[in-house]
């Protein structure tokens, strides 16, 4: 092997083990940091409803609403935001001309350099007071479908999940957006202009050659933009009113917490290494959670591939 190869080779190589052992680090510090909160913990921290950490020498805290608010925010986020990037992406790809596909791609693109503070107070200052009576006349019309139910915070319409979720996915757009676009115009021209020459439609050839072909592509992007909706902090620390005495009751009418916005919310507490080291717990859950859709996304793409 010649000596730049070799070089380059134990270049390459520590970098990928610089990466895992810095996670592997990361993942050992936070249960260190956790452990001492957990023993002085009163209540059960994977099913308690409760968050009281403010006085160190009787912690009671439980994950359970800052798990299921996470994850049904981010889940709604993900409903409304891959349909629309999958309908986005195609356009710019398959329909739009390039001389309008270009100028608006990099449009989609720039929505991904709006700060997240800018996306929350646009959401509880503009969007949330429009959004409002759609949420209402949901609620009033199927109250009596759970998802539609009335929430923790009625008669509040606005710092609620579903207006958490909206603006989310508006955030999510450029990234599976991005991504997908990438994959699609990487379809191999022989397979579009020979469905072409055998007399396909447009739609026919998006469904027979194109959707095949990016599919594996598209739903990984869908899991990095979920990802990110998990991790997401400020935007949702702004828009999601959190109710005392309060649990969530599975409508995207309540309001709540998620790990993140929880956490930032709360960082007055962290001069007391008991009082952080619940938050650092919480923190763990999310690091484990977010490798976890990692791992099921990639599970899904290697299926995609092998098929």
Same mark, same amino acid.
């Given at each position: 092997?010649?000596?730049?190869?070799?070089?380059?080779?134990?270049?390459?190589?520590?970098?990928?083990?610089?990466?895992?052992?810095?996670?592997?680090?990361?993942?050992?510090?936070?249960?260190?940091?956790?452990?001492?909160?957990?023993?002085?913990?009163?209540?059960?921290?994977?099913?308690?409803?409760?968050?009281?950490t403010g006085d160190p020498n009787h912690l009671r805290f439980g994950?359970?609403?800052?798990?299921?608010?996470?994850?049904?925010? *981010?889940?709604?986020?993900?409903?409304?935001?891959?349909?629309?990037?999958?309908?986005?992406?195609?356009?710019?790809?398959?329909?739009?001309?390039?001389?309008?596909?270009?100028?608006?791609?990099?449009?989609?693109?720039?929505?991904?350099?709006?700060?997240?503070?800018?996306?929350?107070?646009?959401?509880?200052?503009?969007?949330?007071?429009?959004?409002?009576?759609?949420?209402?006349?949901?609620?009033?019309?199927?109250?009596?479908?759970?998802?539609?139910?009335?929430?923790?915070?009625?008669?509040?319409?606005?710092?609620?999940?579903?207006?958490?979720?909206?603006?989310?996915?508006?955030?999510?757009?450029?990234?599976?957006? *991005?991504? *997908?676009?990438?994959?699609?115009?990487?379809?191999?021209?022989?397979?579009?202009?020979?469905?072409?020459?055998?007399?396909?439609?447009?739609?026919?050839?998006?469904?027979?050659?194109?959707?095949p072909f990016g599919k594996s592509g598209y739903i990984g992007a869908?899991?990095?933009?979920?990802?990110?909706?998990?991790?997401?902090?400020?935007?949702?620390?702004?828009?999601?009113?959190?109710?005392?005495?309060?649990?969530?009751?599975? *409508?995207?009418?309540?309001?709540?917490?998620?790990?993140?916005?929880?956490?930032?919310?709360?960082y007055a507490e962290f001069n007391n290494p008991k009082s952080a080291?619940?938050?650092?717990?919480?923190?763990?859950?999310?690091?484990?959670?977010?490798?976890?859709?990692?791992?099921?996304?990639?599970?899904?793409?290697?299926?995609?591939?092998?098929?």
């Open positions: 092997m010649r000596p730049g190869d070799r070089i380059f080779k134990n270049l390459t190589t520590g970098a990928g083990v610089f990466v895992v052992a810095l996670i592997g680090l990361i993942g050992i510090f936070l249960i260190v940091q956790a452990i001492p909160a957990l023993k002085a913990n009163e209540l059960n921290f994977l099913t308690a409803r409760i968050w009281q994950i359970l609403d800052l798990l299921l608010v996470t994850i049904y925010t *981010s889940l709604l986020a993900l409903l409304i935001a891959m349909p629309i990037s999958l309908g986005i992406a195609l356009f710019l790809t398959q329909y739009a001309p390039r001389r309008l596909a270009r100028p608006f791609a990099y449009v989609v693109d720039l929505l991904a350099a709006v700060p997240s503070i800018i996306f929350g107070l646009w959401g509880i200052l503009v969007f949330a007071p429009k959004l409002a009576p759609i949420a209402e006349w949901l609620n009033k019309n199927l109250g009596f479908i759970p998802i539609f139910g009335t929430g923790n915070v009625y008669p509040n319409f606005q710092g609620t999940i579903f207006t958490a979720g909206v603006v989310l996915a508006v955030m999510l757009l450029p990234i599976i957006t *991005s991504l *997908s676009r990438e994959v699609f115009e990487r379809t191999p021209t022989a397979q579009i202009e020979g469905a072409l020459a055998l007399g396909a439609t447009r739609w026919e050839v998006i469904r027979t050659t194109v959707l869908s899991m990095l933009g979920l990802g990110r909706a998990l991790g997401e902090t400020i935007a949702l620390t702004v828009i999601l009113y959190i109710p005392a005495g309060k649990t969530f009751g599975w *409508s995207l009418n309540d309001g709540g917490a998620t790990f993140a916005s929880q956490i930032a919310a709360n080291g619940a938050y650092i717990a919480s923190g763990l859950v999310l690091f484990v959670l977010t490798f976890a859709v990692n791992l099921a996304g990639r599970s899904i793409i290697g299926e995609r591939k092998a098929d």
